[in-house]
Every structure is written in C-alpha cells, then in structure tokens.
C-alpha cells in the first residue's frame, strides 16, 4: 500500500534534520516523513570528535564522491567525501563552527536572507559556551564548545607567530568581525560531537513523525507543477509515497540536483540525452557549483604533536580509554584546532583568506581509493591556507537514469586566475608563519614536495598538484529571482512548482567566507520557519 504524509523531507543532513524536528514540532497534527539514504548514526567513531579520521573514507557512513579531472589540479580526479548517516555531513565533518561574515549573506542581495534577517536562525540553533550575548544564545539545540583546555601546544605556537606577524587576535570568529587568529570553537559537547542527528532527530518525541532509512530517493513524482510523491529503493524494491502539502529536498549538494535531474528537472538539452520525459527547463541546476580549495603544507617539529599522540596502537588504547571514562584528552578535539582568517591586502574590507592548523600531520591523505586520515609516524604539524571566496564555478551533472550512479562532479578548481593568485599569496603568508617565532622554534623541517620550491612557477606546480577540497561544496540549486538565474526562489520553492522546497547547502546563491555547517543548519531553521509562515 502506498502511504500518504503531509510533509516529506528527503536527506536527514545538517538542514533536513532541522526542517524535520521543526515541522514535526510546528505541525502536530501533520504526518511528516523523513527519507535518508544512509543508516544510524550508532557508530563510535561518529561520537568521538578525533574519530573523523575513520568516518573520512568510510563506505558505510560516506558517499565517497570522486570528481571529474579537473583542468586546474593537472587533470587529477579529487576525492570528495559526504555524509551518508543520519546526520548526514554533520555526522562526519571536523566540526569547526563558523557562520561566515555578515557581508556575505548581504551580498547574495536576496530578500529576507541579509545578515540582520539570518542571526536570529544561527542564535536559535546555539547553546554556545559564551552564553547569551547579542551574537551567541545558551538555550539552543547545537552545542559549541571551547578546546582552550585541550589544545596542543603547537596551536598556541601558531597563534603567537601570526600575533608577531601582525594579525590580530580573535576570540570569537562567530562576534562581531571575523577577522584576526584564534581557536576554533567545535561543534562538541563535553568531548562528544554535537551533530544535527543527536540533537535534532533524536530528540522528536511526536508520533506523527516517521523515519525511513537505508532507502535512496530516486525521484520526485511531479504531476503539471505539483509534486505529488517520491519514489525511492530499499532492499532493492521500489516503494512511492505520496505527499499532500509539500516536498523538501535536503539531500546535499550533489544529491539535490541530481535527484531534480533525474526527476526531469533541469537543462532540458542535458536531460534530452538520457529519455527523461521533460518536465521543467531550469537551466541552472546542478550549475554554480562552487567549493573551498585548500593546500596542506606540512613540516617535521622537534616536539611532539598529534601524530605521536594518535598514532601507536597503544596510544590509541590510552587515549580512548580516556574518552570513554572521563571525555577528556586529545579525542575530544577535531584535528583542526586554530584558524586565522586574514586580508589578502589590507585595502578590502573583509578577510578573503583562511588559513588552517592542525597540530597533526597525514601526508598519505592522498587521491588514492584508500584515502583515510592515518598520522604520519614523525611529529609534525600542518598549515593549510583556504581562498575564501572564489569565482571559479563548476556543475554537478546526471551520467545516466540509474539513481545509484555518482553525477558527474567538476568544481573547475583554478578556472578564474583570481583564485590561484589568492591562493600563491595563503601559501607565501602560510610559509611566513611557520618561519615566524615562536612556531620557527619548533620547525625541524618541511615535509613534501614544498621544500624543493622556490619559484612562482614551481610553487603553482605544488599548489595544483597538491590542492584538495575542503568539503565545502554549495550552489547547485542557487536561490534567486527567477527561472532565468536560479534554481529556487527566496521561499526557497523549485521555480515552477507549488509545494517542491530544496534547503540545503546547494542554495548557496555563494560561498560563504568561512565552513559551511552552520550555514546549512541556519538554512534548516529558515526553511521550516517559511513553511510555518506559509511563505
Ligand atoms: C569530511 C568533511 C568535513 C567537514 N568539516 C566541516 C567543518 O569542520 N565545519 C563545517 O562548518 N563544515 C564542515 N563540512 C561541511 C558541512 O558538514 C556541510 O556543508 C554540511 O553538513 C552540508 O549540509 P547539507 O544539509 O547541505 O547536506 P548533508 O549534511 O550532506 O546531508 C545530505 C543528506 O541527504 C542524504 N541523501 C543524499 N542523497 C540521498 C538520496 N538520494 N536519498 C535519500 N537521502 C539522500 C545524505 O545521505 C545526507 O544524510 C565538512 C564536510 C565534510 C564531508
């Protein structure tokens, strides 16, 4: 028997977890169901924050995306791991929490979505260690913790060289202004991940919320401009469930174009290709993909880092033990534990570079099929400059109609010449922190191919040949005016369709300068506000 629901939410990730408690919570008397591809999030290795490492390559929690070969890395293919867990990437991800700036929300100049619109969201989902404070709120649903207590030492070594450097110090990235070095603050509660499954789902106690797992939606059944239904597979079998008020689609951005794609929504000279009954010409999904590219510099120190803390078996004992019995020590952290988000030149207004530490190094993190985070066996640390906006733009595409095939992904990395001179001036400041006291003091040497390179050209060789993703890919449903620019209006509603939502990180009109999970909870939060509001 087919089964009806009044709200139906494909993708239980940093947005769909949040669009669903909501809605279960606004709408008591409504049926609401969730569809996710992925299983439980029962494993471990989700709860412990340090166990990211083994969530990163990890086929029974990850989607293990590969790109096309992209021009700008010399046609390497780059590994792009997501979220396939309740959860969703919130259940994998480093757990560094940071809103972006004011501006860029400003700047997508759409309206009820400026900054001033937006912070009562990212104040709403916050239970946030500075407690309440015109920016920060002590009674929301996610947890963001300190790691003052357990930082390495090479962190405050970053910090003090970036101090001498000239750039100021931060105490809050998500306060008034961005800018300067400092700790991240984690999505972390007392040593265990605060993620949008555990704090969100988990929580829904209504009855008229069900929960669907292991079952991967293939389509959306769209009848003139309404849609009707989904279709989705589990254990093989096909099943439909029909919907009377409205579909949202939250499954990322990859999924959610794909799954429009599939559903006859999209280039209609693209779908032409592959049979599927045209329904709607939109020529911007799956286009604007837009991604945060960073290049890992790592270098040997002569006191001990994380890899000597995380990577002998017996170690590895010690310090789960020590998680397990009392939440402290080296697990409870992500292995990104500093940042500095900086200005390219000081004549623009808002830093449009981030530069990461790690007091780890994993040199082996390679484009390989065995991609895994596993420490290198010397003690180093790691520099990882990141363009915060950039202008090169890719697409995400359907290869064919069988919903289990990846789409083709391509960022098109280093397609705008904008971002790699941006990116040569991350790595120049990058190297000038690490040769920069006090961190200088620690460096024995540099690790990898950077320590051969001098040239500008040589270091752009490196800076192809060794750029990776930073997770962060959005845009490919953009959120704008009209079918002519965009995917969904600023309801966040398909253009053309009455009740087909997408809220997710693929509505990005652009990148947000900094990570992107509170983005897309704070997204969350919105959507099911529009929904309450009949917006
Ligand atoms: C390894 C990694 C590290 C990261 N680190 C950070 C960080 O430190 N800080 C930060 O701010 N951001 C980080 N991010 C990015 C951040 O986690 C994402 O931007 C955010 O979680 C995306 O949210 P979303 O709602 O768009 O999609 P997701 O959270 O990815 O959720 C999409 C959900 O839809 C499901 N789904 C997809 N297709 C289907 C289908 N066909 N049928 C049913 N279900 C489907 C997926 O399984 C998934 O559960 C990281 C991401 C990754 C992958």
Redesign the pocket.
Known sequence: MVEKYDYII???????SIIAYRLSEYFPNKKILL????NNDNNIMVKIPAG?GYL?NNNKVN?KYYTEEIRGLNNRKDY???????????S???????RGQKEDYDNWEINDWSWNDLLPYFIKLENHYLGKTSYHNDDGKIKISNIQKEKHQLTDEFIKSCINLGIKKNDDFNGQDQEGVGLYQLNTNRGVRSNVSREYLRKIKNKNFKLITS????KIILKDDIATGIE?LKDNKKFIANCNDEIIL??????SP??LQLSGVGNQDDLRNYNIDKVKHLRYVGQNLQDHLNVALHYKTNIKSLNDDLRPITNKIFYFLKWFLFKNGPLTL?I?QAGAFVKSDQSINTPDLQIYFLPLTASNLSNSKNASIEPDPFSGFTIAPCVLRPKSKGFVKIKSTN?LEHPSINPNYFDHDDDMFLMLKAYNLSNKISQTKPLKNFVEKKVGPHQFISSEDEKIDFIRQNSKTT??P?GTCKMGFSDKDSVVDSSLKVHGFQNLRVA???VMPNLIS???????MM??EKCADLIRNHK
């Open positions: 494909v993708g239980s990730g940093s947005a769909g569809v996710e591809a992925g990211y990163f989607w792009w791991p997501k979220g396939k867990i309740l959860g969703g990437s919130s994998i991800n480093a757990m560094v929490y940071i079952s991967h939606v293939s989705f939250s499954a990322g951005s990859i999924s794909q799954i992500s990104n919903p997770y962060h959005v997710d990180a693929s900094g990570n992107t999970n509170a983005a897309c997204i969350g």
